[in-house]
């Protein structure tokens, strides 16, 4: 499994080769990923049987949107399961992955929470989704789309911030032997205060998306437990921290919940954190979860709560639901494998 060996530890998988081979098996899986050994062609052919690249099998691979959308089911050697998708857009290509096995914070709207936390992700495992990625979309481009993975997500199965050592260590090996732009990562958070402080101190800026999906304590304390431990206030605090550190625009991601976090109300306060944050809100109606009853509001809900926070001057984009027809939402898919009947 080469991608959980550490890149300066690399010779020891190659000990009786030529020095140089560590620098060819470097570049073919970090600068051009391929999916099987088999393709590394300037390996001698007995090495290349004798390497195991990937940490994960791919238990289910499901595609929508005429190929523009593919999302993954991985399962590691030790039984665990976790979730990548791959979405193309005119512009860009992005790719979401997960930082843990499952999910700790609970959060009531989240099939990821609903089922509960297994593991932390090591940063090989992080890796190899981009890797496994990119070698996927060389092999099977997508039409009217580039030809590469343009962003990167932190928005799949997991809290990033809760697995910090891995997270870092993950997006270091990204921007140093990936050749990725901090710029084009985003790091979610459904608010680990001190630990967004920390990434704020990194020497890359990857951008921040901080998950809030309430306005005052109490709501949000419902719909994210993490909430009693690091209130909003302190959320609010540590983002703008952030965004004095690394000069970098935040952004604000909601989950609208019909009858919940869908009011007028809720807009104006979260009109004004968005103000005092200088943050652009990113809405997403809420994807079904097996465990739940929460849905979605209705269209004209939906407008109503958009056109309020334009009202109060923030500045808002409802994002597209991609893949729905095959569970592309984070742990959707992985439930749906868990719990079949829902």
Not at 8 to 16: F, G, I, K, R, T
Not at 120 to 127: A, D, T
Request: glycine share 8%; hydrophobic share 40%; proline share 6%.
């Amino acid at each position: 499994m080469l991608y959980l060996t550490e890149p300066e530890d690399l010779a020891s998988v190659v000990p009786n080769e030529p020095g140089y081979r560590t620098a060819q098996l470097s570049a073919w899986l970090y600068d051009t990923p391929v999916l099987t050994t088999g393709e590394m062609t300037n390996l001698p052919a007995g090495l290349r049987q004798s390497l195991d690249l990937w940490p994960f099998v791919v238990e289910v691979e499901q595609t929508a949107d005429k190929g523009r959308t593919v999302k993954w089911l991985m399962r590691t050697p030790d039984g665990v399961s976790i979730e990548a998708v791959l979405m193309g857009y005119p512009k860009r290509v992005t790719l979401c992955i997960s930082s843990q096995a499952g999910c700790a914070m609970a959060c009531t709207f989240c099939a990821t929470g609903q089922f509960g936390f297994e593991r932390h992700l090591l940063s090989g495992e992080i890796v190899a989704q981009v890797a496994y990625a990119s070698a996927y979309l060389t092999a099977n481009p997508m039409p009217g789309t580039p030809d590469h993975i343009t962003n990167i997500v932190f928005m799949g199965m997991g809290e990033p911030l809760a697995n910090y050592r891995h997270v870092k260590s993950a997006i270091d090996r990204m921007t140093g032997l990936m050749g990725r732009s901090a710029r084009s990562i985003t790091v979610s958070t459904v608010g680990v205060a001190p630990a967004i402080r920390r990434l704020a101190d990194e020497p890359w800026k990857v951008s921040l998306a901080v998950s809030l999906h309430a306005a005052d304590d109490e709501l949000r304390s419902q719909l994210v437990p993490l909430n009693r431990r690091y209130p909003l206030e302190e959320v609010v605090s540590a983002t703008e921290y952030y965004v004095a550190r690394t000069g970098r625009r935040a952004s604000i991601e909601w989950t609208l919940i019909d009858g919940t976090n869908d009011s007028l109300e809720q807009a104006d306060g979260l009109a004004r954190i968005a103000g005092r944050l200088g943050a652009h809100i990113n809405i997403i109606a809420l994807n079904p979860t097996p465990l739940t009853a929460d849905k979605a509001p209705s269209a004209e809900r939906t407008s109503a709560f958009m056109a309020r926070l334009r009202k109060r001057g923030a500045n808002v984009t409802l994002r597209a639901t991609r893949g729905r027809e095959i569970d592309a939402a984070c742990g959707q898919l992985r439930a749906r494998r868990l719990n079949p009947v829902s």
